[in-house]
């Protein structure tokens, strides 16, 4: 436990300062793999900070990757450290790894920012990011993110108009990850095998994606699902039988 209280010592004062005896003692501590992945961080996140503008400031960039990393640590901590009788897992948290994701999602949010800064809706989908990359969230995090690196490819197309907002109809709303003009579209970063396992969970997902499509051509809209994970044949099957465009 005193070496992790120790590394996340070691990991605030590099992010927030990069200094390079920092970074050697870091080598030391955990390896040279961890600190270079670290060293590929400091420099991806100097290049975000000067993309992301007032949306996420460096001071929320360092309390981002300070609370994660930490979060981290701690997971690792109560998993861990456990009662003999309970085995103990095969892998501790890996700083360097941690710090390398946070590096490539921090750039997606730069880069939406500069296209997608003003439209309604982005800071509350950033906000959603930072919430659950502080607390270790690495799936919702994701999600997130997935988000925003779709609604900036949308973009090249035709223009958002709105990110993460409600539409509805009588029987109720439904939030809509990307709004363009012309469509709704619904982001997933989930693997389709998960259905397969539950009856019930799949029935939910299609009756909100029907009430979706169903809330989009009310409104003269296509509706369409994009997904960071391929979908499975009888996900394809049912996605082409309700005519939904993924």
Same mark, same amino acid.
């Given at each position: 436990?005193?070496?992790?209280?120790?590394?996340?010592?070691?990991?605030?004062?590099?992010?927030?300062?990069?200094?390079?005896?920092?970074?050697?003692?870091?080598?030391?501590?955990? /390896? @040279?793999?961890? %600190?270079?992945?670290?060293?590929?961080?400091?420099? /991806? %996140?100097?290049?975000?900070?000067?993309?992301? @503008?007032?949306?996420?400031?460096?001071?929320?960039?360092?309390?981002?990757?300070?609370?994660?990393?930490? $979060?981290?640590?701690?997971?690792?901590?109560?998993?861990?450290?456990?009662?003999?009788? #309970?085995? $103990?897992?095969?892998?501790? &948290?890996?700083?360097?790894?941690?710090?390398?994701?946070? #590096? +490539?999602?921090? =750039?997606?949010?730069?880069?939406?920012?500069?296209?997608?800064?003003?439209?309604?809706?982005?800071?509350?989908? &950033?906000?959603?990011?930072?919430?659950?990359?502080?607390?270790?969230?690495?799936?919702?995090?994701?999600?997130?993110?997935?988000?925003?690196?779709?609604?900036? $490819?949308?973009?090249?197309?035709?223009?958002?108009?709105?990110?993460?907002?409600?539409? /509805?109809? &009588?029987?109720?709303?439904?939030?809509?990850?990307? =709004?363009?003009?012309?469509?709704?579209?619904?982001?997933?970063? &989930?693997?389709?095998?998960?259905?397969?396992?539950?009856?019930?969970?799949?029935? $939910?997902?299609?009756?909100?994606?029907?009430?979706?499509? +169903?809330?989009?051509?009310?409104?003269?809209?296509?509706?369409?699902?994009?997904?960071?994970?391929?979908?499975?044949?009888?996900?394809?099957?049912?996605?082409?039988?309700?005519?939904?465009?993924?």
């Amino acid at each position: 436990m005193k070496k992790n209280i120790f590394l996340l010592t070691i990991l605030s004062s590099l992010f927030i300062s990069f200094e390079s005896s920092a970074m050697r003692i870091l080598a030391v501590k955990t /390896g @040279g793999n961890a %600190a270079s992945q670290l060293a590929m961080f400091s420099a /991806g %996140a100097k290049k975000a900070r000067t993309q992301i @503008g007032n949306s996420t400031t460096e001071e929320r960039i360092k309390r981002i990757v300070k609370n994660s990393i930490k $979060k981290s640590i701690e997971h690792t901590q109560q998993n861990y450290y456990r009662p003999k009788k #309970h085995p $103990k897992p095969t892998t501790k &948290v890996n700083a360097g790894q941690v710090g390398q994701a946070l #590096h +490539k999602e921090l =750039i997606i949010v730069g880069n939406a920012q500069q296209l997608l800064g003003h439209v309604e809706g982005f800071e509350k989908t &950033v906000e959603s990011f930072e919430k659950a990359a502080e607390t270790a969230s690495w799936a919702q995090a994701r999600g997130a993110s997935f988000e925003l690196e779709t609604a900036i $490819k949308v973009e090249q197309e035709e223009e958002v108009i709105g990110l993460g907002l409600h539409q /509805g109809d &009588v029987s109720g709303s439904r939030e809509m990850d990307i =709004i363009t003009r012309t469509r709704n579209i619904e982001c997933k970063t &989930v693997y389709w095998q998960q259905y397969s396992f539950s009856e019930k969970q799949m029935k $939910k997902a299609r009756q909100a994606f029907i009430h979706q499509k +169903k809330i989009s051509t009310d409104n003269a809209k296509k509706f369409e699902i994009h997904s960071e994970k391929p979908f499975t044949e009888p996900w394809k099957t049912w996605l082409n039988q309700q005519n939904i465009k993924y």
